[in-house]
């Protein structure tokens, strides 16, 4: 007999050319009915809250139900950058209790979860679906261990983005562009701030906007191949251009928005769009986000790479896995990842997103000029991995470099957030 779920379940494959095992009824079926509330549902845990990212998380969970009749339970858990989720996502994988699908970042952090054994080898689905063909070396790298496929990418964000206010820059008589180096911007930053102009606002309640502003700042100063360096041990983290990115960060933070740690990541964005500051620093997120908030493109707000890294694209990736083991829904979690990379897809939850789209052989045309030039940066400028986003290290590391900076940010000592960050170099990359 085809029940109304076996109708729904073969329409998907046919619609989202699903894995094989999947289509094939084949023996892994899973244990439960998902976290949806039938019994085709999926639950998919993530950290977009935000206004952009829920509307971008939106048209996921959409695609999902017109493909496949299901549900997606949506198991957010708010705070920017996903250390809160982080946590209850290890709590749930410890008591045998994964969700259908997690957010999780390429890179180590994937590398992480593949060597503790929690998600699932997807390589046939990679197969199936010929996405090895439409998604950059680059990130096939960072999605592969021992040539298997882990996770599904669905963006790429750029991290070293300054968004910026038109208005106050004019009226400061300043102009920032990819010329603009650091002792530049800095000075700039010491004039905004004489005066009386917040000259970058933040928002580091989560400690990830911190993390960040400061990985652009020595980004700025050693380039694409010294940020690499950092992490090979090829150059420590007492080098003097890292030491100066790093009294910067602290004089920026002396001269921003006195209430930085109590707002969230996208409070702040909002600020530039309103004049409130000449800039934040964040990730294009902040560009969906801002466009969410009906603030207009070159007029409300205009964009610059950190000073001395335009040839650099700071990757943050956001990627879907699945569990391993006790998966509750396997079909609708194949279902899932499948229609991530489905072009139209792509295009809808990039345009809410602020990201490029992963697939190289999406159109860009109706993008927004913003995106359309990070797509062509992304193609064209050198990659880097980013620590912020536990990416670049192992989480070891990552955490060490988020704890050094909440201590910066506590007592601005420079030599000691130097020696964490030497000591936790020798100590984790040996
Ligand atoms: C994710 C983005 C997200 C941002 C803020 C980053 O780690 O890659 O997708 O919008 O955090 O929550």
Redesign the pocket.
């Known amino acids: 007999m085809i029940t109304k779920r076996t109708a729904k379940v073969a329409g998907a494959c046919l619609a989202l050319s699903l894995a094989a095992a999947a289509c094939g009824g084949s023996g892994d079926t899973g244990g439960g009915g998902g976290g949806g509330s039938d019994s085709n549902g999926v639950e998919v845990f993530s950290?977009?809250t935000?206004g952009s990212?829920s509307e971008a998380l939106q048209v996921l969970i959409d695609k999902y139900d017109t493909e496949t009749g299901g549900e997606v339970s949506n198991a957010a858990v708010s705070g920017?950058?996903?250390a809160n989720a982080r946590q209850a996502l290890a709590t749930r994988l410890q008591g045998g209790d994964p969700p259908d699908s997690w957010q999780l970042?390429p890179d180590q952090d994937l590398f992480a979860a593949v060597a503790d054994g929690s998600v699932a080898d997807i390589t046939s689905t990679f197969e199936d679906n010929g996405w090895v063909d439409v998604i950059p070396q680059d990130v096939l790298d960072m999605l592969a261990v021992d040539g298997k496929y882990y996770a599904v990418p669905v963006?790429a964000?750029r991290g070293n983005v300054l968004w910026t206010s038109p208005s106050v820059l004019e009226e400061n008589g300043i102009t920032w562009d990819d010329s603009t180096t650091p002792d530049q911007f800095m000075a700039d930053a010491k004039t905004l701030s004489d005066a009386g102009v917040t000259p970058v606002c933040l928002g580091d309640k989560d400690v990830?906007a911190a993390s960040q502003l400061l990985e652009t700042l020595i980004m700025g100063r050693v380039g694409g191949d010294g940020w690499n360096s950092l992490f090979s041990g090829d150059l420590s983290f007492d080098d003097a251009d890292v030491k100066s990115a790093v009294e910067d960060y602290v004089d920026l933070v002396d001269m921003a928005n006195e209430d930085h740690s109590a707002l969230t990541?996208d409070q702040a964005a909002v600020m530039v769009g309103e004049g409130d500051c000449a800039a934040n620093l964040m990730?294009d997120?902040a560009y969906g986000e801002l466009l969410n908030k009906g603030f207009v493109e070159n007029e409300d707000f205009g964009y610059v790479t950190m000073p001395g890294t335009s040839e650099v694209f700071d990757y943050?990736?956001?990627a879907f896995v699945k569990p391993a083991e006790n998966a509750p829904n396997a079909e609708g979690e194949d279902a899932w990842l499948s229609l991530l990379l489905d072009p139209t897809v792509q295009a809808d939850f990039n345009l809410k997103?602020g990201?490029t789209p992963i697939r190289t052989d999406v159109p860009l045309d109706d993008f927004p000029p913003y995106q359309k030039g990070a797509a062509n940066d992304f193609r064209s400028k050198q990659i880097v991995s980013s620590l912020a986003?536990f990416q670049v290290a192992p989480a070891e590391f990552a955490q060490a470099y988020a704890d050094a900076v909440t201590a910066l940010n506590g007592d601005g000592n420079v030599d000691s957030f130097l020696e964490s960050m030497t000591a936790a170099q020798s100590s984790l990359l040996g």
Do not use: A, I, L, P
């Open positions: 950290w977009w935000s990212e920017g950058g996903g970042h963006n964000h990830f990541w990730g997120w943050v990736g956001d997103k990201s986003h």
